[in-house]
């Protein structure tokens, strides 16, 4: 009896040990599958920029990075796609809802600026380079420094520099747009975002990591090197979805972070600097246009603060077969609730959506006060009689200041959403800026 019992003892264990080691070995093979899951077809050069080429070794990430030309609209975000006859001055067969016919405050906050003449909703990135090259924003003559964020650089900034990304990348923003606009075959590739090599994501625009640098106070400081991965999942659009001017006379592309990211550091270094964009045709102001801070946002969130990246939300992990595989069709969560909320939200779809739009809804409201303040003050600017007056002078630098931080926040795309409450207190500070200007031009009345 105790023999047989030993006996099946034995086996126990001995099944166990197997059953563990088969466990072990699964796992190995799992984790080099992981490493090794494509089949290498070509062998990627450091100067292919054709995403085709990549494709063939990833033809699922390629499949759906060519899906950013899909346009979907949201309740508040995504694009439309609006058909219109192709011409030869510009070719696009559909674009994206024009902001400034949606919303007649714009043109009168933009007077006398590119922007008053045509501004659109921004659409997948399939279209970045075309968008670009199309709008009538051109028409006032732009340097090649615009291209940095509306197409694949890396080659023609490696030519330019002959194989120096600094000098390249000096080298094109000083070209005319025209000029460095030829030089472009691609909008965003995947040689913008990753290593041939390695496939690790890799930082490769000069002009964010060095104003990364300045805002973290190290001169030396190297993303690619020693930014961790999680880090480097928001960093990478953060090279583009970014608050920026063009600095100097070689009109430098910057991003304006050393006194912090949010809207009112950024006034701040603006103020310091005496940068203009232009002079408001109606009030004669200085003036400042932001765009798409959706980094400098999201910074201030609770999001970023758990450490969740622009990754995890715009292209969430997707299962094809065994595979968990990172979705390249880059576009608005809410349609995508399920992968790119649900894995972190146990909450259902619709009920997701609906705080995402309570969201959105509170700030448009927040938003229209402070935009119908500031288009009241601009209008009682204009009708002002005595433009010379220190009274005046006063009330522009107040339209200076409350406008750059109402745009801060409506320029961002998320409507609110990456920072709801830091949304608000940027739109009150605006609207408190709007207030007084009102109060210093009432003085003489
Ligand atoms: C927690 C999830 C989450 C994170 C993290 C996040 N976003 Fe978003 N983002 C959203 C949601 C939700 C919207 C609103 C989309 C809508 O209204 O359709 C949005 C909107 C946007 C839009 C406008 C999209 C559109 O279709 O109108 C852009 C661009 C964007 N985010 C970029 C970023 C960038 C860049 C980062 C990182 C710095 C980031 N987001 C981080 C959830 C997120
Ligand atoms: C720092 C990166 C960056 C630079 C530099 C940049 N853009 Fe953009 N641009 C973006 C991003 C991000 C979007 C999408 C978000 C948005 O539209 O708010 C965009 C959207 C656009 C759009 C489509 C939507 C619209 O506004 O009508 C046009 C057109 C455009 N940019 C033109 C230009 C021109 C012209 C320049 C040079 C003066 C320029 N861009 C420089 C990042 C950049
Ligand atoms: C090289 C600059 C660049 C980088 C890097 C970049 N974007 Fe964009 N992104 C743009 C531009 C420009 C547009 C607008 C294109 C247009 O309107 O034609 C855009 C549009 C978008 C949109 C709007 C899509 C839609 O359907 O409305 C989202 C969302 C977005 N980007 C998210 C991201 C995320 C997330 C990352 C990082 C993984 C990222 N982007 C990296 C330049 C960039
Ligand atoms: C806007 C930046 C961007 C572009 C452009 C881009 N990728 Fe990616 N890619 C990412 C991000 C972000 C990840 C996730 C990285 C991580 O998890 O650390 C990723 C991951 C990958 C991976 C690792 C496996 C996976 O799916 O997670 C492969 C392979 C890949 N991309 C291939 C491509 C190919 C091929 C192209 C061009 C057709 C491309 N990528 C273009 C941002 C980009
Ligand atoms: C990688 C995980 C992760 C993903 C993906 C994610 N979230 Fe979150 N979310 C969090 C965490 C963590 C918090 C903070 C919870 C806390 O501290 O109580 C949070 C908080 C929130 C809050 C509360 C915000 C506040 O101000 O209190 C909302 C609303 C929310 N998430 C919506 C979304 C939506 C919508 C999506 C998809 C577009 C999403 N989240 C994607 C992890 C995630």
């Known amino acids: 009896m105790e023999n047989k019992k030993n006996i099946i003892t034995f086996f126990a264990s001995a099944l166990a040990t197997i059953g563990i080691i088969a466990l072990l070995i699964n796992i190995f093979e799992k984790k080099q599958e992981a490493k090794n899951s494509f089949f290498k077809v070509v062998n990627v050069k450091a100067t292919d920029e054709d995403p085709a080429i990549w494709g063939k070794n990833f033809p699922h990430q390629y499949e759906d990075y060519l899906k950013t030309v899909d346009q979907v609209r949201t309740r508040y975000g ?5 058909p219109r006859t192709p011409t030869k001055a510009d070719p696009r067969s559909v674009v994206s809802q024009s902001k400034l016919e949606e919303d007649e405050r714009l ?4 007077a006398g600026y590119a922007f008053s003449k045509d501004f659109r909703e921004e659409r997948g990135h399939a279209f970045m380079l075309e ?7 051109l028409k006032v003559g732009q340097p090649g420094t615009c291209l940095n964020c509306h197409a694949s650089t890396v080659l023609p900034m490696l030519k330019l520099g002959r194989g120096d990304l600094m000098e390249g990348f000096h080298k094109l923003g000083t070209m005319p747009y025209h000029e460095a606009s030829k030089l472009a075959k691609h909008p965003i590739a995947c040689i913008d975002c990753h290593n041939p090599k390695t496939m690790d994501l890799r930082i490769t625009r000069p002009a964010f990591t060095k104003s990364y640098q300045k805002y973290l106070g190290i001169k030396d400081y190297n993303p690619n090197k020693m930014a961790s991965r999680q880090e480097m999942k928001t960093l990478v659009c953060a090279q583009c979805h970014v608050e920026y001017y063009f600095k ?7 991003y304006p972070w050393e006194n912090g990211l949010k809207g009112d550091d950024i006034l701040s270094y603006y103020e310091k600097a005496q940068f203009k964009d232009w002079v408001h045709a109606d009030t004669k102001a200085d003036m400042i246009k932001a765009q798409h801070p959706e980094f400098e946002l999201w910074s201030q969130g609770i999001h970023a603060k758990s450490g969740v990246s622009c990754v995890d939300c715009h292209m969430p992990y997707k299962k094809v077969g065994a595979h968990k595989i990172t979705d390249h069709h880059i576009k608005s969560p809410v349609l995508n609730i399920r992968r790119a909320c649900q894995t972190c939200h146990n909450i259902d779809e619709d009920k997701l959506v609906e705080r995402v739009e309570t969201i959105q809804s509170r700030h448009l409201e927040i938003r229209d006060i402070a935009m119908d303040a500031l288009v009241e003050f601009i209008d009682k600017l204009k009708k002002y009689p005595n433009k010379n007056d220190k009274a005046y002078k006063k009330a522009l630098t107040f339209q200076r200041k409350a406008q750059f931080l109402l745009d801060f926040i409506e320029s961002e795309n998320s409507s609110g959403f990456h920072a709801p409450q830091e949304a608000a207190r940027i739109l009150a500070l605006s609207l408190d800026l709007t ?10 009345d």
């Open 78 to 82: 995504g694009s439309e796609a609006i």
């Open 107 to 110: 043109k009168v906050m933009y």
């Open 131 to 137: 968008d670009q090259r199309y709008t009538k924003r």
């Open 248 to 254: 100097g006379k070689d009109k430098e592309l910057v």
């Open 435 to 444: 207030r007084k200007g009102q109060v210093e031009l009432g003085r003489k």
